[in-house]
């Protein structure tokens, strides 16, 4: 039995950047396609052997190793129009209401800014857990979001809302994720802090995907029917479903189609990547 060679002191959640996403992807996936006639993994599509493998006799294009050996490899897609992830809707709208619609400001003087980061620092100082840090970030926020015009700017602000599960609309116009996404990369790191997160680890547009991963083959395998079929993982089913909808998207807008058909190919976009995380 191997000794111990090094232990965990912490882990730090953050997280991922469009450019770590594609840093760390062994393929890019531009086809729904699985498996050549032949029985095997098509090159860029969603078995790829970039992935893993999970053939016996098949070597990973990645690392080389074979099935016992090879823990898998992600790859990502490029998603055509960015679309939310369903899972940080709340902290999301958050944003949007403690943050300027125009100069993307915390709705707070610098003051009360300097406060409320003092109030945080002196928390984290006395050993305060996440859940202490939590409390006062939630009271900045709350505090924020009273504010009817921006001390920075003298910009008026709007009414925003959530309709579930990835609609925002401000005084009931609808926001695109591209909106979204525009309006949290105004957010200045300064201000992100006062809302307890770590700009250095954990931007706000990165809640807006405009890439997304594919987990490795080894997380979702084929099987092989009695009658010799393979049958794909759930998994791999919806990112299909992502990769056909991405794909005529892309074409539509590359073709200039009208907005109208754009619109309705976006949503249908961000329906699938929300079931795909949370179906």
Excluded at 49 to 77: A, M, N, Q, W
Excluded at 116 to 124: H, L
Excluded at 198 to 208: D, L, T
């Amino acid at each position: 039995m191997r000794g111990v060679t090094k232990r965990i002191q912490s882990i730090k959640f953050a997280l991922l950047s469009p450019d770590e996403i594609r840093r760390m992807s062994a393929t890019k996936i531009i086809t729904a396609d699985t498996y050549d006639d032949d029985g095997f993994p098509i090159d860029m599509g969603l078995m790829d052997s970039h992935l893993g493998v999970i053939e016996p006799g098949l070597r990973c294009k990645t690392c080389g190793g074979k099935v016992d050996d090879c823990p898998g490899h992600f790859g990502h897609i490029d998603l055509a129009m960015p679309v939310i992830h369903v899972g940080y809707v709340k902290d999301i709208k958050k944003l949007l209401q403690a943050t300027c619609r125009k100069c993307g400001r915390l709705l707070l003087t610098r003051q009360q800014a300097m406060e409320y980061m003092a109030e945080m620092e002196q928390v984290e100082e006395l050993g305060g857990d996440v859940t202490d840090v939590g409390f006062v970030t939630k009271e900045t926020a709350r505090e924020a979001q009273k504010r009817q015009r921006c001390p920075h700017c003298g910009e008026e602000q709007g009414k925003i809302t959530l309709d579930k599960p990835t609609t925002f609309r401000e005084d009931g116009h609808k926001l695109t994720p591209k909106e979204v996404r525009e309006r949290l990369e105004r957010i200045p790191n300064e201000d992100l802090r006062v809302l307890g997160m770590n700009p250095e680890v954990a931007r706000p547009e990165w809640m807006v995907l405009t890439a997304l991963l594919v987990p490795p083959v080894t997380v979702r395998p084929s099987i092989t029917l009695e009658s010799g079929d393979r049958s794909e993982d759930d998994l791999t089913h919806k990112l299909v479903d992502v990769l056909r909808i991405n794909q005529r998207l892309r074409e539509n807008r590359d073709a200039g189609a009208p907005q109208l058909i754009v619109e309705d190919l976006w949503e249908l976009l961000q329906y699938h990547v929300t079931t795909y995380f949370d179906n």
